[in-house]
């Protein structure tokens, strides 16, 4: 089977893939969701013709001329609204908040006002016809759409939904996502491993690049290479939206994932990408379920997850966030490429000029975890790209998990 292109299988892995169904959450647990439908407004922003500071609510006519003594006929706290009129030489105490009472049109501050501590306040400085007066409707209107459907719910859309009057919204579900991790090799962290076994790190942290990007992640543990518990662990995923396969992906004698998965009715895709790190990658279906075998090796698994797995997550849920690469300026000369499309782990600062720096790490070879964890990017090198010289302008993948 020949490489294929890295565009290539990722149209291959999105072809036909459609946000999942709606549910309905709590907005306190929907942190991180995507709205399913548009959000409207059940109330106006204020509600009411609002005080923005504390002082005095008048009738401007009255405080034309100043200094001017005006009767104080009440007051009017956030949350209890003066219910009388303010009439002519008339003044009501007001609040930041509070409701402008009827008859009044604008609010004094107390800084340009004296009282004699009574029932009688001086106003020393004018103000404009409705100074100091947050107008009813002023930030939104009822009725009016606020969040599209695709918004990503963020501290900043819950707070503006909880101020639109709603308690529950109306999200896409969550793909859930199984994890399944192979070799004899590997055993769980914090273990006693033996001097020929290594720690599984691969699920965790592509459950966690998982979790944060919009899917539930579902482990399935680490399983030996046996064909009978990798077979009974790919029945175990039958009803997850994706089942990961971490590791027995290359073409070793006991790299048993390709045929289990196809004795389990996977329909396999593609194997293989041409792409570094990450070539030993397969994808395949079963029904709606996609299916995604990672190379076992941390850094390639981690650089395939980034480039396949979060784009597909993301359109399961609806997520419009963009995926692609952006441009940097390189600090050092690279090689030329040969006929697989490179993933250069990178630093990134900001130039004098606010533009991105990318320099490359001097070793990059796919184990080195270390590296993978400092890195900022992926500087992106095209198949047969040649030599690059500092200075030049390349496409980079933000590393932002």
């Known amino acids: 089977m020949s490489l294929v292109p890295v565009d290539d299988a990722l149209a291959q892995i999105l072809k036909g893939v459609k946000p999942l169904d709606a549910e309905d959450v709590p907005l306190s647990n929907a942190s991180g969701r995507v709205l399913a439908g548009p959000l409207k407004a059940q109330r106006a922003q204020p509600p009411f013709a609002a005080s923005a500071m504390d002082g005095y609510a008048v009738r401007a006519a009255d405080i034309a001329d100043v200094p001017a003594t005006l009767k104080v006929i009440g007051e009017a ?10 009439g002519k030489g ?7 908040g509070a409701p402008l009472p009827k008859g009044a049109d604008t609010v004094v501050i107390q800084e340009d006002t004296e009282t004699d501590g009574k029932d009688s306040v001086t106003v020393l400085e004018t103000a404009t016809l409705g100074s100091f007066v947050r107008p009813a409707g002023m930030d939104f209107r009822k ?38 991790a192979t070799g004899d090799e590997l055993v769980e962290p914090g273990s006693n491993p033996r001097d020929d076994q290594i ?46 396969t971490i590791g027995g992906a290359s073409v070793g004698d006991h790299d048993l994932v390709q045929a289990a998965m196809q004795k389990s009715g996977i329909k396999i895709g593609f194997w ?26 941390p850094v390639s698994a981690m650089v395939c997850t980034r480039l396949f797995i979060l784009p597909l997550i993301a359109r399961m849920t609806g997520d419009a966030r963009s995926f692609d690469p952006v441009s940097a300026v390189l600090a050092s000369g690279m090689k030329p490429n040969d006929q697989r499309q490179d993933y250069i782990r990178a630093t990134l600062q900001r130039g004098d000029k606010g533009q991105l720096i990318a320099t490359p790490f001097p070793k990059q070879d796919s184990s080195m975890q270390r590296v993978f964890a400092e890195a900022d990017c992926l500087v992106i090198r095209a198949p047969h790209a040649p030599a690059a010289q500092a200075g030049e302008q390349v496409q980079v993948l933000l590393l932002d998990f």
Do not use: W, Y
């Open 77 to 86: 706290p956030a949350g209890h609204g003066f219910s009388g009129r303010v």
């Open 143 to 180: 009725g009016e759409t606020l969040l599209p459907r695709q918004t990503l719910l963020g501290a900043r859309q819950i707070g503006l939904a909880a101020a639109m009057n709603h308690n529950r919204v109306q999200v896409v579900r969550r793909p859930s996502v199984a994890l399944l």
């Open 199 to 244: 720690i599984s790190s691969n699920a965790l942290a592509i459950a966690a690049m998982v979790s944060r990007f919009g899917g539930e992640p579902v482990d399935l543990g680490l399983v030996p290479d046996k064909a009978t518990r990798i077979e009974k662990a790919i029945e175990r995923a039958a009803s997850a939206d994706i089942l990961i």
């Open 90 to 96: 008339k003044a009501v105490r007001i609040f930041t």
């Open 272 to 297: 293989k990408i041409a792409m570094r790190p990450g070539k030993p990658l397969m994808f395949g279906r079963r029904g709606d379920q996609r299916v995604i075998g990672l190379p076992g090796n």
